[in-house]
């Protein structure tokens, strides 16, 4: 499973981007089956679970991103997207998709997210 994140970038805080994370050639019943979830690691810091989107569809934020940020997804296109409202300078961190699906993890690679104050 090839995982393809981008979308990171430099931003003023207060503003918004939007993340990105694809397996193109995934078919859709197998786009469907993984939890999606996207990490995040701040210089220093332990990563930490941002967003998750269950195979059902339910989802679950952390509290430090609640109603700022949003996880969606496009199934036709086989991707996950990140919506991140209302930045911070606390957001900036290496952001990374990684769904799971039986146990496994497969990860796309880091996209880098910096909030200027």
């Known amino acids: 499973v090839q995982l393809q994140a981008s979308g990171g970038g430099l931003v003023q805080a207060g503003g918004s981007l939007r993340l990105s994370c694809r397996s193109p050639r995934m078919i859709l019943s197998e786009f469907s089956s993984y939890i999606k979830n996207w990490y995040r690691q701040a210089p220093g810091k332990q990563r930490e679970l941002v967003a998750s989107a269950s195979s059902g569809g339910s989802t679950n934020y952390a509290d430090s991103v609640k109603d700022r940020f949003t996880i969606s997804r496009d199934n036709a296109k086989k991707t996950v997207y990140l919506q991140m409202d209302r930045l911070k300078s606390e957001d900036t961190a290496v952001y990374y998709c990684?769904?799971?699906?039986?146990?496994?993890?497969?990860w796309g690679q880091g996209t880098l997210v910096t909030v200027s104050s």
């Open positions: 990684i769904w799971v699906r039986s146990g496994a993890n497969y």
